[in-house]
């Protein structure tokens, strides 16, 4: 590489961060910040605003408050990533459609953060619930048996909660 480009990765810690990971992140966040509809963050915020979805996930991918996250900034890749996994995550839920068939429901991300009947806490249970989603679809083959012979000595039947559980507190 020549000295004077730049590397194409983020460096350090934020490397390694997964869709999951940058949900769950987003998840807290409007925990702690607050949440909000009609755009992604509330004017009356300062630097770490109430936010919708889409920006807490925009926060948690690049750490700052960027105008539009899933376009702009070095997180830009990471947002869209976990943006476009949670929005998977709905249609493959039913909640979100593409196409006409559905002229009630929601049919992005975006849209099903401003529905009228959304709260909160729906919000941050669906975000954390992708993430773990996220973690169980791309499990390791050596996670999963590692897991798996956890369960064996501890005389458990292997589970997707517990596999979860297991996960987290590694």
Same mark, same amino acid.
Not at 35 to 52: D, E, H, L, R, V
Not at 136 to 145: F, K, P, R, S, V
């Given at each position: 590489?020549?000295?004077?480009?730049?590397?194409?990765?983020?460096?350090?810690?934020?490397?390694? #961060?997964?869709?999951?990971? *940058?949900?769950?992140?987003?998840?807290?966040?409007?925990?702690? %910040?607050?949440?909000?509809?009609?755009?992604?963050?509330?004017?009356?915020?300062?630097?770490?605003? $109430?936010?919708?979805?889409?920006?807490?996930?925009?926060m948690?991918?690049?750490?700052? #408050?960027?105008?539009i996250?899933?376009?702009?900034?070095?997180?830009?890749?990471?947002?869209?990533?976990?943006?476009?996994?949670?929005?998977?995550? #709905?249609?493959?839920?039913? *909640? *979100?459609?593409?196409?006409?068939?559905?002229?009630?429901? $929601?049919?992005?991300?975006?849209?099903?953060?401003d529905?009228?009947?959304?709260?909160?806490?729906?919000?941050?249970?669906?975000?954390?619930?992708?993430?773990?989603?996220?973690?169980?679809?791309?499990?390791?083959?050596?996670?999963?048996?590692?897991?798996?012979d956890?369960?064996?000595?501890?005389?458990? %039947?292997?589970?997707?909660?517990?596999?979860l559980?297991?996960?987290?507190?590694?």
């Amino acid at each position: 590489m020549n000295p004077t480009q730049k590397p194409t990765t983020t460096p350090g810690a934020l490397a390694d #961060l997964t869709p999951a990971d *940058i949900l769950r992140c987003a998840a807290r966040y409007l925990e702690i %910040h607050g949440w909000i509809k009609g755009t992604y963050y509330s004017n009356q915020g300062g630097t770490f605003p $109430p936010a919708c979805a889409v920006g807490a996930i925009g926060m948690a991918a690049h750490g700052r #408050l960027i105008t539009i996250p899933a376009t702009h900034g070095a997180g830009a890749r990471d947002c869209r990533r976990a943006v476009d996994y949670l929005t998977d995550y #709905l249609t493959d839920l039913g *909640i *979100i459609a593409y196409g006409d068939d559905w002229n009630t429901a $929601p049919t992005d991300a975006i849209e099903w953060n401003d529905r009228d009947d959304q709260t909160a806490e729906q919000v941050i249970t669906t975000l954390r619930a992708a993430a773990d989603n996220y973690d169980w679809d791309h499990a390791t083959e050596d996670d999963l048996e590692t897991y798996a012979d956890a369960c064996v000595w501890a005389e458990k %039947h292997p589970t997707r909660d517990g596999f979860l559980a297991w996960r987290a507190a590694r």
